[in-house]
């Protein structure tokens, strides 16, 4: 038995093998002694790896000798193993959205964090309590799905009214600049914007940032494909939605890996 656990800025994920089946679970990091009362009772004397920004705390709720690994190294090991075999082949690029974004180069058996952004999933979930009062994560999702980011985003043909643009008319000119004097958030009055309406343009304006940032990283390392993790992605259609067409539109190859959240806890549990 072992685990490899990537303690990240919200959430706790567990790569772990017992009795020789391999699984993976997730906690909260803000109870983080939950993740430790499990681990303790699950896996009391398997040895366990860890990683991400909450990893020492953890390590010392576990309270036994513990491996730790660093978190790039960990997340770009850990890819590896959830790639089609084809993708890896040659370089790409690998955007990891978590409550940050945190981008990479990843070459063979080399990896480089070539930079990142503040903007990321705690973005989302962060805007979205202060502008809707929804504070739990598939409250937010689910209302941003019914959302149209129509109303609050100001596209390129707006600004050139009938004019011929000189971009895709159809392109965001402005995340938010559509929100005109006097609107309010949800009182169905004229001129008002739907919670729904509001945090769809929230993880628009985030799936766009996070987008464009990729592209130009990926052009200035000459490669194309750009392969997006993080926990950002699950149940958040519109991000997905958002970062693809993004993505595509710039020339870009956008890959979503399924489990890709769970990159760092398995960089880990490799290191066992
Ligand atoms: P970081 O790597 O930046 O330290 P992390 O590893 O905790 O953070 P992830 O787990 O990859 O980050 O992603 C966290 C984001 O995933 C949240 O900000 C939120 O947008 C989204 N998310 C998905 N599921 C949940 C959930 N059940 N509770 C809270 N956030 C969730
Ligand atoms: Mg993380």
Not at 74 to 84: D, E, F, H, K, S
Not at 98 to 107: A, F, L, P, W
Not at 166 to 187: E, Q
């Amino acid at each position: 038995d072992a685990a490899g656990i990537d303690a990240g800025g919200t959430l706790v994920k567990i790569a772990y093998v017992k009795g020789g089946v391999r699984r993976l679970c997730k906690f909260r990091s803000d109870r983080l002694t939950e993740a430790a009362d499990w681990l303790r009772k699950e896996l009391p004397a398997a040895p366990l790896c860890l990683t991400g920004g909450k990893g020492a705390k953890l390590a010392a709720l576990i309270g036994r000798d513990t491996e730790m690994m660093p978190e790039f190294e960990a997340t770009c090991a850990g890819i590896r193993l959830l790639l089609p075999p084809a993708l890896g082949e040659s370089a790409f690029l690998l955007a990891n959205v978590g409550t940050g974004t945190s981008v990479h180069v990843i070459d063979g058996e080399r990896n480089l964090r070539i930079g990142g952004t503040g903007l990321g999933g705690g973005t989302i979930v962060g805007l979205a309590r202060l502008l809707t009062g929804l504070d739990e994560y598939e409250a937010i999702v689910t209302a941003a799905a019914k959302g149209d980011r129509g109303t609050a985003d100001l596209k390129v043909r707006h600004i050139y009214e009938g004019m011929e643009p000189p971009i895709d008319g159809d392109l965001t000119a402005s995340n938010f600049g559509r929100v005109f004097p006097g609107a309010v958030i949800g009182s169905g009055e004229e001129g008002s914007i739907s919670r729904e309406d509001a945090l769809a343009s929230v993880i628009g304006m985030v799936g766009e940032a996070v987008a464009t940032l990729c592209v130009h990283a990926a052009a200035a390392h000459g490669v194309k494909t750009i392969v997006y993790i993080g926990s950002s992605f699950n149940g958040n259609a519109p991000l997905r939605q958002a970062v693809e067409s993004y993505t595509r539109f710039r020339g870009g190859e956008p890959h979503f890996v399924e489990n890709g959240e769970f990159s760092g806890a398995l960089g880990a549990l490799l290191r066992l």
